[in-house]
């Protein structure tokens, strides 16, 4: 199966920086999605994003599906912000999501 | 809320022991996905069904089986548990709107085997 690589794996902001999450993999997918897995466990959808550009408040991602790779931007980071972000992917011809081993997040005040 | 409901949150239980765990996918969607998160395994998809037939399967265990019924709801049975087993299991579901293969998570359910 595909192979997902997220980096870097543990990551620590001060409130109010940015940061850039990075996803890539070994081979097409034509269903990327990034999701936000809170202290309590919860996934939470972010971006549904196969290629492109999307924005949603101070998040937003990009993916550049011809190299394989995927970006999630968080801007000014409040400590909600805390917690794993993980990447998925879905391969042509299969339904499973593949995910990464996720992004440890800490943002402290 | 992401429309996916699974119970119970939390179960306890011995090794050996059997134990089911109940998905309900977003109202509409026809495709139902279990997950298994483990520390040493990360997120892995076990099986699919669409409409009630399996579609596809991953690294589901023998001792693993699921079942979608006509309403769609989805259960999965773990058996002869043993310490290993003991992940969160989350169902996800796909199938409707634009975004047909965008998967929503319910909110897990923690199985401890002790």
């Known amino acids: 199966g595909i192979q997902v690589e997220q980096s870097p794996p543990d990551l620590i902001l001060q409130e109010g920086a940015n940061s850039t999450l990075r996803c890539n993999f070994s081979?097409?997918?034509?269903?990327l999605q990034w999701f936000h897995q809170n202290p309590w466990g919860q996934l939470i959808n972010l971006f549904y994003?196969?290629?492109g550009t999307k924005q949603n408040g101070r998040l937003s991602a990009t993916t550049v599906a011809t190299e394989r790779y995927s970006l999630l931007y968080i801007s000014s980071s409040q400590t909600t912000d805390s917690g794993v972000y993980f990447c998925?992917?879905?391969?042509?011809?299969?339904?499973?999501?593949?995910f990464g081993k996720g992004n440890q997040v800490v943002v402290i005040p | 809320d992401s429309g996916v409901t699974q119970t119970p949150k939390h179960l306890i239980t011995a090794t050996g022991q059997r134990v089911t765990l109940r998905c309900s996918p977003r109202?509409?969607?026809?495709?139902v996905y279990w997950y298994q998160q483990s520390l040493d395994q990360g997120l892995q998809f076990l099986i699919q069904?669409?409409?009630?037939?399996?579609?596809a399967k991953g690294n589901i265990l023998e001792r693993f089986s699921a079942q979608q019924f006509p309403d769609l709801h989805s259960e999965l049975n773990l058996s002869s548990l043993e310490l290993g087993d003991s992940a969160l299991y989350f169902c996800?579901?796909?199938?409707?709107?634009?975004?047909?293969?965008?998967?929503?998570f319910g909110p897990g359910t923690r199985l401890t085997v002790l």
């Open positions: 996800a579901s796909s199938g409707i709107g634009g975004n047909y293969n965008e998967q929503f």
């Open positions: 081979d097409s997918v034509n269903n």
């Open positions: 994003i196969p290629s």
């Open positions: 998925a992917g879905r391969y042509y011809g299969n339904n499973r999501l593949a």
């Open positions: 109202s509409g969607d026809l495709s």
């Open positions: 069904y669409y409409n009630g037939e399996e579609r």
